[in-house]
């Protein structure tokens, strides 16, 4: 009978093991592909459809209730992250609420929104007149910033005091043994 409780006991702790707080997605995935350029050439087809999108922040404006990015638009992986890439369809503003702070969510991060769209907003992009899609947002998700991945590079006066090793063989595939007198 003891056996039988340490069992139970054993059985339990790992079925809670099992029970720990699943991370979220960003985003959901199963959302209709509709992309930037789409809403702009038809805007009211789209009205009230919801969407995923990402990009690259471009200025942040924090009003009174709300907070609105403009989002240079990318294409996403699977995952919901813009791709790290020049193709865009346009640019778009995402509408969060609350006050998000300007000196986190700064020109240049990455960021997916998933939202409904709203009408569409005309401003100047420097002289230029722009319409921009809008989506009011209900989740985001600002992505960390990616690690540049550089070559290593071998310090030309390093020093190996092992710079031979006779029992080293580099071929997985080499059938005799690896000895100093081959």
């Not at 029970?19 to 992309?35: D, E, H, N, R």
């Not at 922040?57 to 403009?70: D, G």
């Not at 020049?86 to 509408?95: E, K, P």
């Not at 985001?140 to 020093?159: A, G, Q, V």
Request: net charge positive.
């Amino acid at each position: 009978m003891p056996v039988q409780i340490g069992l139970l006991f054993l059985a339990l702790l790992m079925l809670g093991g099992c029970a720990g707080q699943a991370t979220k997605p960003p985003v959901p995935q199963v959302l209709p592909k509709i992309s930037v350029a789409d809403v702009k050439s038809k805007p009211g087809d789209y009205l009230g459809k919801p969407v995923r999108w990402g990009g690259t922040i471009a200025h942040v404006t924090n009003l009174k209730t709300k907070t609105e990015f403009e989002i240079v638009s990318r294409p996403l992986n699977s995952l919901g992250r813009p791709l790290a890439t020049d193709q865009t369809d346009g640019r778009f503003i995402a509408v969060l609420p609350g006050f998000l702070d300007p000196a986190i969510y700064k020109k240049n991060r990455e960021i997916t929104v998933r939202g409904v769209i709203s009408s569409p907003i005309s401003r100047k992009i420097g002289e230029f007149t722009y319409t921009f899609p809008v989506v009011n947002a209900d989740q985001y998700y600002l992505w960390p910033n990616r690690i540049e991945t550089r070559p290593l590079r071998r310090d030309p006066f390093f020093y190996d005091p092992w710079p031979y090793d006779p029992w080293y063989c580099s071929d997985p595939y080499f059938r005799r043994p690896c000895y100093p007198w081959w």
